[in-house]
Protein backbone atom coordinates (compact mmCIF):
# COMPACT_ATOMS: atom_id res chain seq x y z
CA UNK A 1 0.00 0.00 0.00
CA UNK A 2 1.04 3.56 -0.85
CA UNK A 3 1.48 5.91 1.96
CA UNK A 4 -1.62 8.83 2.27
CA UNK A 5 -0.42 11.83 0.16
CA UNK A 6 -1.61 15.74 0.73
CA UNK A 7 -0.61 17.29 -1.90
CA UNK A 8 -2.14 20.90 -3.66
CA UNK A 9 -0.59 22.57 -6.75
CA UNK A 10 -1.19 25.37 -8.06
CA UNK A 11 -1.58 25.77 -11.76
CA UNK A 12 2.03 26.63 -12.87
CA UNK A 13 3.25 25.03 -10.21
CA UNK A 14 6.29 22.36 -10.58
CA UNK A 15 7.05 19.89 -7.76
CA UNK A 16 9.75 17.17 -7.48
CA UNK A 17 9.37 14.13 -5.64
CA UNK A 18 12.14 12.03 -4.58
CA UNK A 19 12.60 8.79 -2.50
CA UNK A 20 13.65 5.61 -2.74
CA UNK A 21 12.85 3.01 -5.91
CA UNK A 22 9.51 1.40 -4.74
CA UNK A 23 7.94 4.48 -2.48
CA UNK A 24 5.33 4.91 -4.93
CA UNK A 25 6.15 7.23 -6.95
CA UNK A 26 5.62 5.93 -10.03
CA UNK A 27 2.41 5.39 -8.69
CA UNK A 28 1.51 8.50 -7.53
CA UNK A 29 1.77 9.42 -11.33
CA UNK A 30 -0.06 6.94 -12.57
CA UNK A 31 -3.25 8.40 -9.86
CA UNK A 32 -2.66 11.86 -11.27
CA UNK A 33 -2.75 10.50 -14.68
CA UNK A 34 -5.67 8.41 -14.01
CA UNK A 35 -4.22 5.05 -15.55
CA UNK A 36 -5.01 3.87 -11.73
CA UNK A 37 -7.93 5.43 -9.60
CA UNK A 38 -7.05 6.09 -5.69
CA UNK A 39 -8.12 3.64 -3.64
CA UNK A 40 -9.40 6.04 -0.67
CA UNK A 41 -9.03 9.67 -0.04
CA UNK A 42 -9.87 12.49 -2.87
CA UNK A 43 -8.45 13.36 -6.14
CA UNK A 44 -9.58 16.78 -7.44
CA UNK A 45 -8.90 18.58 -10.44
CA UNK A 46 -10.03 22.46 -10.59
CA UNK A 47 -11.85 21.72 -7.40
CA UNK A 48 -13.88 18.92 -9.19
CA UNK A 49 -13.60 14.80 -8.02
CA UNK A 50 -12.10 13.27 -10.99
CA UNK A 51 -14.80 10.37 -10.51
CA UNK A 52 -16.70 12.95 -11.78
CA UNK A 53 -15.09 13.68 -14.77
CA UNK A 54 -14.93 11.82 -18.03
CA UNK A 55 -11.49 9.52 -17.80
CA UNK A 56 -10.51 10.20 -22.06
CA UNK A 57 -11.05 14.13 -21.05
CA UNK A 58 -9.08 13.72 -17.56
CA UNK A 59 -6.22 11.74 -19.37
CA UNK A 60 -5.89 14.75 -22.50
CA UNK A 61 -4.73 16.98 -19.48
CA UNK A 62 -1.93 15.03 -19.18
CA UNK A 63 1.59 15.03 -21.00
CA UNK A 64 3.86 11.99 -19.48
CA UNK A 65 7.86 11.37 -20.08
CA UNK A 66 9.09 8.37 -18.67
CA UNK A 67 13.23 7.11 -18.49
CA UNK A 68 12.46 5.00 -21.58
CA UNK A 69 11.07 7.38 -24.52
CA UNK A 70 9.84 5.48 -27.45
CA UNK A 71 11.83 6.73 -30.86
CA UNK A 72 9.12 5.09 -33.72
CA UNK A 73 10.47 4.25 -36.95
CA UNK A 74 9.19 7.35 -38.87
CA UNK A 75 10.40 10.54 -38.92
CA UNK A 76 11.46 12.95 -36.71
CA UNK A 77 8.27 15.20 -37.75
CA UNK A 78 5.96 12.12 -37.13
CA UNK A 79 7.94 11.11 -33.49
CA UNK A 80 6.96 14.93 -32.66
CA UNK A 81 3.22 15.08 -34.16
CA UNK A 82 2.35 11.83 -31.84
CA UNK A 83 1.87 14.46 -28.98
CA UNK A 84 -0.63 16.91 -31.49
CA UNK A 85 -1.42 15.49 -34.85
CA UNK A 86 -2.28 19.09 -36.61
CA UNK A 87 1.07 20.35 -35.09
CA UNK A 88 2.61 22.65 -37.67
CA UNK A 89 6.29 22.53 -38.62
CA UNK A 90 6.47 25.75 -37.42
CA UNK A 91 5.23 24.22 -33.34
CA UNK A 92 7.95 21.59 -34.15
CA UNK A 93 10.73 23.21 -34.37
CA UNK A 94 10.25 25.98 -31.70
CA UNK A 95 9.20 22.75 -29.15
CA UNK A 96 13.00 21.08 -30.85
CA UNK A 97 14.43 24.40 -29.82
CA UNK A 98 12.83 24.72 -26.60
CA UNK A 99 13.68 21.03 -25.43
CA UNK A 100 17.42 21.24 -26.59
CA UNK A 101 17.72 19.58 -30.16
CA UNK A 102 17.50 22.63 -32.70
CA UNK A 103 21.64 22.32 -33.10
CA UNK A 104 21.17 18.06 -33.87
CA UNK A 105 17.81 19.06 -35.97
CA UNK A 106 19.77 21.61 -38.08
CA UNK A 107 23.15 18.89 -38.79
CA UNK A 108 20.28 16.70 -40.28
CA UNK A 109 20.11 17.00 -43.76
CA UNK A 110 16.35 16.10 -44.47
CA UNK A 111 15.78 18.31 -41.30
CA UNK A 112 11.87 17.44 -39.42
CA UNK A 113 12.12 14.60 -42.72
CA UNK A 114 15.17 12.55 -41.71
CA UNK A 115 14.49 8.71 -40.34
CA UNK A 116 14.65 7.96 -36.63
CA UNK A 117 14.38 4.41 -34.82
CA UNK A 118 15.14 0.90 -36.84
CA UNK A 119 16.92 1.61 -40.56
CA UNK A 120 17.10 5.53 -39.56
CA UNK A 121 18.85 7.91 -37.47
CA UNK A 122 19.87 6.39 -33.52
CA UNK A 123 19.46 9.05 -30.98
CA UNK A 124 21.80 9.00 -27.94
CA UNK A 125 20.09 8.83 -24.34
CA UNK A 126 20.80 12.72 -23.79
CA UNK A 127 18.56 12.92 -27.28
CA UNK A 128 15.60 10.97 -26.34
CA UNK A 129 15.14 12.75 -23.40
CA UNK A 130 14.86 15.80 -25.35
CA UNK A 131 12.80 14.11 -27.92
CA UNK A 132 10.51 13.28 -25.18
CA UNK A 133 10.69 16.77 -23.77
CA UNK A 134 10.00 18.07 -27.52
CA UNK A 135 6.87 15.94 -27.48
CA UNK A 136 5.40 17.25 -24.47
CA UNK A 137 5.81 20.88 -25.44
CA UNK A 138 4.15 20.01 -28.63
CA UNK A 139 1.07 18.30 -26.83
CA UNK A 140 0.48 21.48 -25.01
CA UNK A 141 -1.48 19.81 -22.49
CA UNK A 142 -1.25 21.67 -18.83
CA UNK A 143 -0.11 19.39 -16.50
CA UNK A 144 3.60 17.35 -17.29
CA UNK A 145 4.37 14.25 -15.73
CA UNK A 146 7.56 13.17 -15.19
CA UNK A 147 8.84 9.97 -14.25
CA UNK A 148 12.66 9.31 -13.78
CA UNK A 149 12.98 11.46 -17.08
CA UNK A 150 16.85 11.49 -16.48
CA UNK A 151 17.35 8.11 -15.08
CA UNK A 152 19.92 6.80 -17.73
CA UNK A 153 22.05 9.96 -18.22
CA UNK A 154 25.63 11.23 -16.70
CA UNK A 155 25.06 14.06 -13.95
CA UNK A 156 25.74 17.41 -16.40
CA UNK A 157 23.24 15.69 -19.05
CA UNK A 158 20.58 14.99 -16.47
CA UNK A 159 21.38 18.60 -15.24
CA UNK A 160 20.93 20.00 -18.85
CA UNK A 161 17.93 18.28 -20.07
CA UNK A 162 16.05 19.06 -16.85
CA UNK A 163 17.14 22.84 -17.21
CA UNK A 164 15.63 22.68 -20.83
CA UNK A 165 12.52 20.99 -19.65
CA UNK A 166 11.72 23.38 -17.34
CA UNK A 167 12.03 26.58 -19.65
CA UNK A 168 9.76 24.59 -22.32
CA UNK A 169 6.54 23.71 -19.55
CA UNK A 170 7.49 27.06 -17.82
CA UNK A 171 3.68 27.79 -18.60
CA UNK A 172 2.61 24.38 -17.23
CA UNK A 173 2.58 22.29 -14.25
CA UNK A 174 5.10 19.74 -13.84
CA UNK A 175 5.90 16.93 -11.38
CA UNK A 176 8.62 14.50 -11.72
CA UNK A 177 9.46 11.86 -10.02
CA UNK A 178 13.17 10.57 -9.37
CA UNK A 179 15.15 8.96 -7.07
CA UNK A 180 18.13 11.36 -7.82
CA UNK A 181 19.03 14.75 -7.38
CA UNK A 182 20.28 15.64 -10.17
CA UNK A 183 18.87 18.78 -11.50
CA UNK A 184 15.91 19.54 -7.91
CA UNK A 185 16.79 23.30 -8.49
CA UNK A 186 14.66 23.89 -10.97
CA UNK A 187 11.62 23.19 -9.40
CA UNK A 188 9.64 25.29 -7.24
CA UNK A 189 9.62 22.87 -4.78
CA UNK A 190 10.88 19.16 -3.33
CA UNK A 191 8.58 16.64 -1.28
Known amino acids: DMPAVTL??????SLAITGANGAGKSTLLAVLARHIDPTSGRYALAGESVADLDLD???ERFAIVDDEPH?????????????RPGASDADLLA????????????ELPAGLDTMLGTGGRGLSGGERARLAIARAAVSRRPVVLLDEPV?????STAVAVLRDLREA????????????????????SVM
Open 8 to 13: ALRPGA
Open 57 to 59: RTR
Open 71 to 83: VFASTLRENLRLA
Open 95 to 106: AVDQAGLAAMVA
Open 151 to 155: AHLDH
Open 169 to 188: TADRTVVMVSHRADGLEEFD
